[in-house]
C-alpha cells in the first residue's frame, strides 16, 4: 500500500498484523481530518494518504463507512466526511419505551440521555445514534438530541395487524417500539385483523412520517395454542429452524458412537456412574460417581462430550455459536444442538455408550478440592434417576427403591455424605444460597394451562448442585494453570450507588452490613444469618439480591461474588450452553499436548464471544419471560373480579406489584387505585407513603387484591386493593440458620 510521504502511522504494525494488505489505521484518519479541518470526499482523502490502486481506495471506503457507523465520523448530504468532536457529541445505543419516549446508553459508558418522543420519531428500539447533549429535562436528566442514526438495527418485527378506516398497521409485539408499523394494500400478504404477523421494514421512520413495512408471513390468530412461543421466537430473533449446512453435516449421524471416536479414550464404563435430573428433564449431559477415599471423597463428574462431534468452524458450530444457548419455555424446548446430538448422541442414557469429559477431583473432609485431572473418556450409565426418586432413597429411606438400586445405594449414600461436606465448606466461606421461589406450569388439553405449582427443592437438588459447582470451580483453576484463552463467569458484587441504597435500607430497619465500601460474600451471609426467621427475612433477601451485579461470561478474572469464589467457569452444560463447548475446547487442547499459539482462538476473541454468549443468555431469559407472562395472563383471563391473597413483591413511582398466594402470579395496583391521597415514592425504603392519610405500602407487606383487567397484547393483570396489613420487622431478633 502506498502512503504519502510525509505520513507516518503509528499504528502501521497493528494494522500490518491484522490485514494481509494494510490500510490506514482509525487514529491516522482522524488526525488527518483534524489537520484539514473541513468536511472531505473519499477521494480527497484517498490522495490526502497516497492511495492510488482501487482496491486501496475500495479498502479506505469500508473504513470510513465502520467509523461513520461507530461515531467517529459524520457524511454529510454532499457525501463528505468529517471528524465528531467527541467532546460535543455521544455515540450508543437506543432503548426504546412503551409511551414513545427513550435513553441513548452511550458507547464508552456512563450516564443515559434521555430520548424526548419527538426524537424517538426517527429512531427505533437498539438503533444505534449519534446525539448531542442539549441540557436536562425538568426531571434533571442529561437530554439528547438527534443528530444522526448511525446503524439501523430493526429490520423485521413481529405484531398484530389493525384496520382503521381503511389503513393497515401493524402494532409491534415488543413494547419498546412505540411506532405503528404501515401496510401499504398490497404488502398485507392475505393476513386479517387481529392476526400475528411477520413484517419486513421497506422504509424506516424519520421525524415525519412512521415507519412503512410489508408482512412477510402470517404467524396465526391471536388467541391460537402455542402462539405464544411463535410470537416469541419471531420477537427475539431466536434461531429456531437448521440451515441445510447443518443438516447436511448431522444426516449421517445416528445414537450410536462410531467405533473410531473410542479410540484413545480412558474406559470408565466400569464405573456406576448415574444421571440425576427432573421428571422432566430433556437432556441428560451430566452423571455423578463417587467413592471414599482415606483422606476424603474422589468425586467424578461426567460430561456428555460435545467437543467430539461440533467442530471449530463447522456449519454445527456456526449455528451453536449463533443460538449461544438452548431456549426452555414451559411446554417447549428450541435446542442449541440438533436433536440427534441434543437427545441422542450427548445423552447419557442408561446403558449405553457415551463419549464423556471427565473431571475426577480428590476432595478432603473439609470439602476442600485437593487435586483434579481432566480426561477424554468412554462411560456407561448405569441409572436414570430422579431428584425425587433419590431424595425418597437418601432422605426418606424409601425401602421400595433401595431394594431397587441396591447395587447403587453405596454410592448414594457417599454422594450425599459428601454433599453435606461440600454445603458446609460453601457456609463458611461465605456463598449466598437464598432460596427464591421457582415455579412450574401444569399444561391440559389444547395447551392450556391446569395449573402452576411451586418447585420444590430437595437435598438431591442440592447434591447435584453441588457436585456440577465442584467441577466448574475445578476447570477454573486448571485453564488458569494451563493459561489457554478461556471465558469465566464473572459476578460483581455491588456498585457504590446500590451499596449506599442497601445501606440507607437496612439502617431503617436496625440492621448492618458489614465490609465498609467494599463488603465481602462472608458479609452478605452473616447478614442473612441474622435476618432468618424474620418476617420480612424474603422482603431483605430480596433488595440483598436486587443490590448484586448481572453475572456475565468475560475472559476477565474478576471472580464470582455470590459464590464466593475467586476462579469459577461452567463446564457441566456443553450441549445447551456454548460457554461450556468453549470450555471443553481448551481443556481437549491442553490433553492433547497442543501449544497454547494453536488453539483457535486469541484473548480477543474470548472477550467478542463472551460477550455474545452473555447476550445471548440474556435473550433467552427475556423470551421464555415473555412467553410465562402472556400464558400466566391468559390463565388469569377467566378469573376478573376473583379476591387473591398476595405479597408486595415491587414498589414503583407509579404503584406496586403483588405476587398472588398460591398462583404465583403478579399484578399491578396502579398509584390511580389508591386511597384518596398523594402518594410519595421512597426508592430507599422500597415503599409509598400517603401524604394526608400516612399510609405506607412496603415491599413484602400482605394484601388482598381483586382482579380488575388482564390484558394479554401487553402481558399486564391490574389488580385492585381491598385490604392491607403491614408487617413491621421486629428490630433485634434473629436467629442462625440450621446447618446441613
Not at 327 to 332: S, T, W
Not at 488 to 504: F, M, S, W, Y
Not at 649 to 670: A, M, N, Q, R, W
Request: hydrophobic content about 35%.
Amino acid at each position: 500500500m502506498a502512503k504519502h510521504s510525509n505520513l507516518k502511522d503509528p499504528f502501521a504494525e497493528r494494522e500490518a498484523e491484522k490485514y494481509a494488505r494494510p490500510i490506514p489505521s482509525r487514529e491516522l484518519i482522524l488526525e488527518i481530518m483534524q489537520e484539514r479541518g473541513v468536511p472531505q470526499k473519499l477521494e480527497e482523502i484517498a490522495t490526502h494518504l497516497g492511495l492510488t490502486e482501487a482496491e486501496d481506495i475500495e479498502s479506505l471506503r469500508r473504513r470510513l463507512n465502520a467509523m461513520e457507523r461507530d461515531g467517529q465520523l459524520l457524511k454529510n448530504r454532499r457525501d463528505r466526511y468529517c471528524a465528531v468532536d467527541r467532546a460535543d457529541l455521544i455515540a450508543g445505543r437506543v432503548i426504546g419505551h412503551a409511551d414513545g419516549f427513550g435513553f441513548l446508553r452511550p458507547d464508552e459508558g456512563g450516564e443515559d440521555l434521555y430520548l424526548s418522543s419527538k426524537e424517538m420519531r426517527a429512531l427505533m428500539h437498539d438503533d444505534r445514534a449519534l446525539v448531542s447533549v442539549r441540557g436536562v429535562d425538568r426531571r434533571g436528566r442529561r437530554e439528547g438530541g438527534l443528530i444522526q442514526v448511525l446503524e439501523r438495527n430493526t429490520q423485521r418485527l413481529v405484531g398484530r395487524l389493525f384496520q382503521e378506516r381503511g389503513i393497515s398497521y401493524v402494532v409491534p409485539d415488543n413494547k419498546h417500539i412505540a411506532h405503528d408499523i404501515l401496510i401499504p394494500e398490497e404488502h398485507l400478504c392475505a393476513a386479517q385483523p387481529g392476526q400475528f404477523v411477520l413484517v419486513e421494514l421497506i422504509e424506516q421512520p424519520t421525524r415525519q412520517r412512521d415507519p412503512i413495512g410489508k408482512i412477510t408471513q402470517v404467524i396465526g390468530d391471536h388467541m391460537a395454542p402455542g402462539m405464544e412461543i411463535e410470537v416469541a421466537i419471531r420477537s427475539f430473533d431466536l434461531p429456531a429452524e437448521w440451515p441445510d449446512a447443518v443438516l447436511a453435516q448431522t444426516a449421517g449421524m445416528d445414537e450410536n458412537v462410531p467405533e473410531a471416536a473410542k479410540a484413545g479414550r480412558e474406559d470408565v464404563r466400569h464405573l456406576p456412574l448415574v444421571t440425576i435430573d427432573g421428571e422432566d428433564a430433556r437432556d441428560f449431559d451430566d452423571a455423578v460417581y463417587c467413592e471414599r477415599t482415606p483422606k476424603g471423597w474422589k468425586l467424578y463428574v461426567a460430561i456428555a462430550d460435545v467437543s467430539a462431534y461440533v467442530l471449530p468452524g463447522t456449519a454445527l458450530d456456526e449455528e451453536a455459536r449463533k443460538r449461544g444457548t438452548s431456549v426452555y419455555f414451559p411446554d417447549r424446548v428450541i435446542p442449541m444442538l440438533p436433536e440427534i446430538l441434543s437427545n441422542g448422541l450427548c445423552s447419557l442414557k442408561p446403558e449405553v455408550e457415551r463419549l464423556c469429559m471427565v473431571c475426577e477431583m480428590y476432595i478432603t473432609a473439609e470439602g476442600g478440592i485437593l487435586r483434579a485431572r481432566f480426561f477424554s473418556g468412554l462411560m456407561r450409565s448405569k441409572a436414570r434417576l430422579t431428584y425425587t426418586e433419590v431424595a425418597k432413597l437418601l432422605v426418606e429411606g424409601d425401602k421400595g427403591l433401595r431394594r431397587q438400586y441396591r447395587d447403587l445405594l453405596p454410592h448414594l449414600e457417599e454422594l450425599h455424605a459428601l454433599y453435606r461436606v461440600l454445603r458446609r465448606a460453601r457456609e463458611e466461606r461465605g456463598a449466598m444460597d437464598f432460596d427464591t421461589q421457582e415455579s412450574r406450569i401444569v399444561f391440559g388439553e389444547g395447551k392450556k394451562i391446569e395449573k402452576i405449582v411451586p418447585v420444590v427443592r430437595n437435598d438431591a437438588h442440592r447434591l447435584i448442585e453441588e457436585c456440577m459447582l465442584a467441577a466448574n470451580t475445578a476447570t477454573a483453576r486448571y485453564l488458569a494453570r494451563q493459561k489457554i484463552p478461556h471465558v469465566v463467569r464473572v459476578h460483581e458484587g455491588p456498585n457504590a450507588e446500590k451499596l449506599t441504597d442497601l445501606r440507607a435500607f437496612l439502617g431503617r430497619l436496625g440492621l448492618n452490613l458489614g465490609g465498609g465500601d467494599t463488603p465481602e460474600p462472608k458479609d452478605y451471609f452473616v447478614l442473612s444469618d441474622q435476618i432468618a426467621g424474620r418476617p420480612d427475612e424474603h422482603l431483605i433477601q430480596t433488595i440483598l439480591l436486587r443490590s448484586m451485579s448481572q453475572a456475565v461470561y468475560s475472559p476477565e478474572k474478576k471472580g464470582h461474588f455470590g459464590l464466593a469464589l475467586d476462579a469459577y467457569t461452567h463446564f457441566t452444560s456443553p450441549i445447551r450452553r456454548y460457554p461450556d463447548l468453549l470450555v471443553h475446547r481448551a481443556i481437549r487442547h491442553t490433553l492433547e499436548g497442543k501449544q497454547k499459539g494453536e488453539f483457535p482462538y486469541t484473548p480477543n476473541d474470548m472477550v467478542v464471544l463472551g460477550e455474545h454468549c452473555s447476550f445471548t443468555e440474556r435473550r433467552a431469559d427475556d423470551a421464555t419471560r415473555d412467553v410465562v407472562a402472556w400464558l400466566k395472563c391468559e390463565y388469569m383471563q377467566d378469573k376478573l373480579g376473583e379476591q387473591f391473597e398476595g405479597v408486595i413483591s415491587t414498589v414503583t413511582g407509579f404503584g406496586f406489584f403483588v405476587e398472588l398466594k398460591d398462583v404465583f402470579i403478579e399484578g399491578l395496583v396502579h398509584i390511580s387505585t389508591l386511597d384518596k391521597d398523594y402518594f410519595h415514592y421512597d426508592p430507599v425504603g422500597y415503599r409509598l407513603q400517603g401524604e394526608r392519610t400516612g399510609k405506607i405500602y412496603r415491599l413484602g407487606d400482605s394484601v388482598e387484591v381483586v382482579v380488575a383487567r388482564v390484558d394479554l397484547d401487553e402481558r399486564k393483570i391490574d389488580l385492585e386493593l381491598v385490604k392491607a396489613e403491614a408487617k413491621p420487622a421486629p428490630a433485634g431478633r434473629s436467629r442462625k440458620r440450621r446447618r446441613k
